[in-house]
């Protein structure tokens, strides 16, 4: 039987979960490229509620500034910034771009051990509770693949397939 990679790792946990979020964060990005700005208003169903395809990757770029910060021990460095209420595919690009290379390091630097140190985390209510970091990126990946799977059903609607979809390579 074959090992996956991660399995054979030193530090198991900490390497699947980079892998994992690689691969969400490349899935969100080439979707975010992929969609005519036009349809950045898409909105799946008539709710006013259910936010738009734009508003999707401003959710994704607010909470991966908000997780990764709590996971470095950092201020939020976009404290205060709504990203969903941008409104041109290259305010929702950079956004996206500039929050994904905030985790990127913070993933990179991950091990099985430092995941499980415990970090001090400021709520927005001022109220200060404790967490493994491992737990927030787990939170922050978990997040993103959930909103990649509405970003999915944004780009079927309009006849495009998702990045993840894809034909592999061979």
Not at 2 to 16: E, G, I, K, L, Y
Not at 41 to 51: A, I, K, N
Not at 72 to 93: D, I, Q, R, V, Y
Request: glycine letters at 6%; a neutral charge.
């Amino acid at each position: 039987l074959a090992v996956p990679a991660f399995a054979q790792s030193d530090n198991p946990v900490s390497t699947w979960l980079k892998t994992a979020y690689t691969n969400n964060h490349n899935n969100i990005l080439r979707s975010a490229e992929k969609m005519p700005e036009e349809n950045y208003g898409l909105r799946p169903g008539t709710q006013q509620e259910v936010r738009t395809f734009g508003q999707q990757l401003g959710h994704v770029a607010t909470f991966n500034f908000l997780w990764c910060s709590q996971a470095k021990g950092e201020k939020n460095p976009n404290a205060g910034n709504n990203l969903e209420k941008l409104s041109t595919k290259a305010e929702f690009l950079k956004a996206l771009n500039d929050s994904f290379s905030y985790c990127d390091p913070v993933y990179a630097a991950l091990t099985d051990a430092s995941g499980a140190e415990v970090v001090e985390v400021t709520q927005e209510n001022g109220r200060q509770t404790r967490n493994a970091r491992m737990a927030l990126l787990i939170l922050n990946y978990g997040h993103n693949n959930e909103i990649y799977g509405s970003i999915v059903t944004s780009l079927r609607m309009k006849d495009i397939v998702p990045p993840a979809s894809e034909p592999r390579k061979r």
